[in-house]
């Protein structure tokens, strides 16, 4: 069973930055896609950002500009750089993977826990 473990969320001042950090652990990992959704209280599981093995990147219209995602190829892990944080970027982060490059939630196989950022005015 592959589990995603994520880390780094915190509370920050709108503005601020904060990293998340997604390792996998358990069985062997050879997802291609990795990617980051985030849910925010009473509203849908929506798409961050998402990365190829290769290393091409798609982000949301919402965050591109102070997001970045970024993959450590040795590790299987990949990082959410935010920064330039606002109040509506507070949410649960999820970090998930999948074989087929996608925004839709639907097409990731694993998730992790989630980690809570919560952004202060």
């Known amino acids: 069973q592959v589990q995603l473990v994520e880390s780094g969320g915190g509370v920050v001042q709108a503005g601020g930055s904060l990293r998340l950090s997604c390792v996998p652990s358990?069985?062997?990992?050879?997802?291609?896609?990795m990617g980051w959704f985030r849910q925010a209280p009473g509203k849908e599981r929506e798409f961050v950002a998402t990365?190829?093995?290769?290393?091409?990147?798609y982000y949301a219209d919402s965050v591109r500009g102070r997001f970045t995602i970024s993959r450590d190829k040795a590790k299987n892990a990949v990082d959410l750089q935010m920064s330039s944080l606002k109040p509506d970027d507070t949410a649960i982060y999820y970090c998930?993977?999948?074989?087929?490059?996608?925004?839709?939630?639907?097409?990731?196989?694993?998730w992790g826990q989630g980690t809570q950022v919560t952004v202060s005015s």
């Open positions: 358990g069985s062997t990992f050879s997802r291609d896609i």
């Open positions: 990365i190829t093995r290769g290393g091409s990147t």
């Open positions: 998930a993977a999948s074989r087929t490059l996608s925004t839709r939630k639907e097409m990731y196989d694993d």
